[in-house]
Each structure stands twice: as structure tokens, then as C-alpha cells.
């Protein structure tokens, strides 16, 4: 059992950044995956990046030159820096762990205003 808590939303203006961090606790393996995925209202969840226990990194094409995951394996913490924010960013944001099956966070809002 592994459970996530997610911090760091907040509104900010469009071309404004914000810093986003998930820390786990439980049962956590070294080897594993972690990222972040997105939901705006009545829309589908969506993947924004993922980091291997390796730092091998993923982007979603949205969000590539603008946003950088990164983790701190001593903390058992992911975190996601969001730069250039547009409108279109706005949503909950999802912590994500992977190993045996998928762990999500309760999420936290990113409001972004044009």
C-alpha cells in the first residue's frame, strides 16, 4: 500500500510558474516509476511526465520545453516544475506511483488565468 500527498497548486497567471511535490510513504520499492497526470472538469485524465527510479524522464508533447519532473529518492518525493503556465494547464493535478500496479494522490488544483 502506498499513499501519496500532493502540494503546491495554487492560481497563477498566465506565463507564471508554479512548483508542484508528492511525497510517498508505505510500501515503497526502489525500482519503481513516478509522475504527474492532469484532469480538467469533464475532461479525461491525462498524462503530463514521468521519472524512472533510473531519472529517464517522459513528456507529454504539451507540455515539453515548459515543464521538468524531477525526484528526490531520500525523500521518496517527486516533484514537477511548471514554467510558461497557460490557460490550458488548468486542472487537478495527480501524483502518480508505479510498481505492480498504479497509486494515485488525492491531488491538488492548478489554476491558471488569462
Known amino acids: 500500500q502506498v499513499h501519496l500527498v500532493e502540494s503546491g497548486g495554487g492560481l497563477v497567471q498566465a506565463g507564471g510558474s508554479l512548483r508542484l511535490s508528492c511525497a510517498a510513504s508505505g510500501r515503497i520499492f526502489s525500482i519503481n516509476v513516478m509522475g504527474w497526470h492532469r484532469q480538467a472538469p469533464g475532461k479525461q485524465r491525462e498524462l503530463v511526465a514521468t521519472?524512472?527510479?533510473?531519472?529517464?524522464?517522459n513528456y507529454a508533447d504539451s507540455v515539453k520545453g515548459r515543464f521538468t519532473i524531477s525526484r528526490d529518492d531520500a525523500a521518496n518525493t517527486v516533484f514537477l516544475q511548471m514554467n510558461s503556465l497557460k490557460p490550458e494547464d488548468t486542472g487537478v493535478y495527480y501524483c502518480?506511483?508505479?510498481?505492480?500496479?498504479?497509486?494515485w494522490g488525492q491531488g491538488t488544483q492548478v489554476t491558471v488565468s488569462s
Open positions: 521519472i524512472t527510479n533510473t531519472g529517464f524522464t
Open positions: 502518480l506511483y508505479r510498481r505492480y500496479g498504479d497509486y
